[in-house]
Structure formats: C-alpha cells, structure tokens
C-alpha cells in the first residue's frame, strides 16, 4: 500500500509518517527532510530555500522526479511531503491541517536548523512559505495542496499528540480494509 502524508508545515507529517511505515514495516520517505539538507548545505534557512526554488526550478525539479519515482518502483511505503497527493495519485492520500500558533510551537520546539527565535517569527515564516508554495505550485502544476478534495482523510492535529494522531490514520487505514 502507498500512503502519502501531505499537510501544513509544523503538523507532525514527518513524525506520523515514520511511526506509521514502522508499525507496518513500510519504507519511509520524507521529502522535507530533503529540502532541509539541501538548505543546510548551502547554508541558507528552509524560508530561504523557498525563495530559492522561485527562481531555481532545479530544486523543485529533483524533489519532484524522486517523488515520481518513488511512487513508479515501490510498493508499501509511506511518504511525506507537500505535494506527494499530486505525485503518487494512487496512493492513500492523507492530510494534516493546524492551528498556525501550535504548528508554530511545534516548530521553534523541534527544528533548531530553522532557528526560530519567538513563535511569532516561526508563524511568520510559515505563513510566508505556504503562500509562495501555493503559488508556485498552482503556476507549475495547477495543483492546489489546501483543497482538501484532494485528500482521501483529513486531520486537524491541534491538541491532538503524535500517538493520537496515528491511532486515527491508523484506525481509517483498517476500517477501509487497506490493511
């Protein structure tokens, strides 16, 4: 089974997504954890990154092939990125949706490379880099990311914690009869 985890930034794609691939024993990929290493080797912020990809579209373009890829040669894996409901459309889409000032705790909290100094300047830089993807992603490919017909389960995680979290992806996964 494919299963993509899509949604804001700060909502735990990432975290839900590794618990999930190793409770079913899936492969996990993460395309944010991609972007940051790229940001990182240039020594340039994620929010920077993002403003990079504007002018440079060989970023997005490479994230986007291994997405592709990924989604042509495996069978059972989870993946999480902004856009993998659009690159893997036969997989079992998910998307986790926040409240700004939590998603914005989350991220000063866990995300030292992105060095956030108050939850006002990480709600900023989120709100920044939504809006630029959005914009940049409905330019290139006419895909809304924050239309939710896109998604097969939706998920407000506020004040909900990872294990929560799962439990109710994990609880939809069986009740379809995908597992």
């Not at 059972?76 to 949706?97: E, G, K, T």
């Not at 705790?105 to 809006?131: L, N, Y």
């Amino acid at each position: 089974m494919k299963i993509a985890i899509s949604g804001k930034a700060g909502t735990g794609k990432s975290s839900v997504a590794k618990l999930l691939a190793g409770k079913l024993k899936y492969r996990h990929y993460s395309m944010g954890d991609i972007q940051r290493e790229i940001a990182k080797k240039k020594g340039i912020s994620i929010a920077e990154l993002g403003e990079l990809e504007k002018t440079d579209p060989g970023i997005d373009n490479m994230i986007d092939e291994r997405q592709r890829e990924i989604g042509r040669r495996e069978g059972d894996f989870v993946i999480d990125s902004w856009l993998s409901a659009y690159f893997i459309p036969d997989a079992y889409r998910i998307f986790l949706d926040g409240n700004l000032e939590e998603r914005a705790k989350r991220i000063t909290k866990t995300r030292e490379a992105e060095s956030h100094r108050t939850i006002e300047e990480a709600a900023a830089s989120i709100r920044q880099r939504e809006q630029t993807n959005r914009k940049r992603w409905m330019k290139f490919y006419g895909f809304d990311f924050l239309d939710m017909k896109n998604y097969d389960l939706v998920i407000d995680t506020t004040g909900k914690g990872l294990d929560e979290v799962f439990g109710i992806i994990y609880k939809n996964i069986k009740d379809k009869k995908y597992l």
